[in-house]
């Protein structure tokens, strides 16, 4: 168990719709990412927050937007969904990460399916 | 562009053997390089964290080493056992973590 708590585990839903991911980092991280892992890709970074701050973008689309709370859990919003946003979300954190010599702890990501 | 590469793609080792693997980077504005093991249906966990050129890390049987002036890491596996199965992912660090495609190691019996 990484301590990163990503909810929901799986969902179905409906082309169009607008769906919302929720994380909680481990306690004492400040760093909050989100990556997305399709069928053929690779883990695709989408956007990191830091202490409630965006920090850095990634290949986040316009429909996706995302946000970091003082309690600093995170939520990624994915709107007007289309059939290739389906795929495997999941959530990192880690202390800070201003050089990146800090262990990134990966939650057990949520599985979004778009019918 | 910022690419991180994988070789091989894929490979099978016999039990008992050992095997490595190549992550490879852009030599330019280095900060980490990141290791992960992927086991199927599981969450990336975390290997190694190298920031250092020549850093060598080990854990057990599976050891890392990094060269930041041509642009590479190595990934071993000693005496590769069932459980070693999983995709290795490599991940280098600029303005953002960006992970390669993997590695995925299957390990036959």
């Known amino acids: 168990d990484s301590g990163v708590t990503q909810t929901p585990k799986h969902l179905i839903t409906a082309t169009g719709q607008r769906v919302t991911l929720r994380c909680s980092p481990r306690s004492g991280d400040l760093s909050v990412y989100w990556y997305q892992q399709s069928l053929d890709q690779g883990l695709q970074f989408l956007i990191q927050y830091y202490n409630g701050e965006e920090r850095a973008k990634g290949n986040i689309l316009e429909r996706f937007s995302a946000q970091q709370f003082p309690d600093l859990h995170s939520e990624l919003n994915l709107s007007s969904l289309e059939l290739g946003d389906s795929a495997l979300y999941f959530c990192a954190s880690s202390v800070e990460d201003f050089l990146g010599g800090n262990t990134i702890y990966f939650g057990e990501g949520s599985w979004l399916t778009v019918v | ?109």
């Open chain 2, 1 to 109: 562009i910022l690419n991180v590469e994988q070789s091989p793609q894929s490979l099978h080792v016999q039990e008992g053997d050992s095997t490595n693997f190549t992550c490879s980077f852009p030599s330019s504005n280095f900060y980490a390089l990141h290791w992960y093991r992927w086991e199927t249906a599981k969450s990336p966990e975390a290997l190694f964290v190298m920031t250092l050129n020549g850093d060598e890390k080990k854990k057990g049987r599976i050891s890392a080493t990094l060269n930041t002036k041509e642009g590479y890491s190595y990934l071993y596996i000693k005496g590769s056992q069932p459980e070693d199965s999983a995709t290795y992912l490599c991940a280098f660090k600029v303005q953002k973590l960006t992970f390669g495609t993997g590695t995925r190691l299957t390990i036959i019996p």
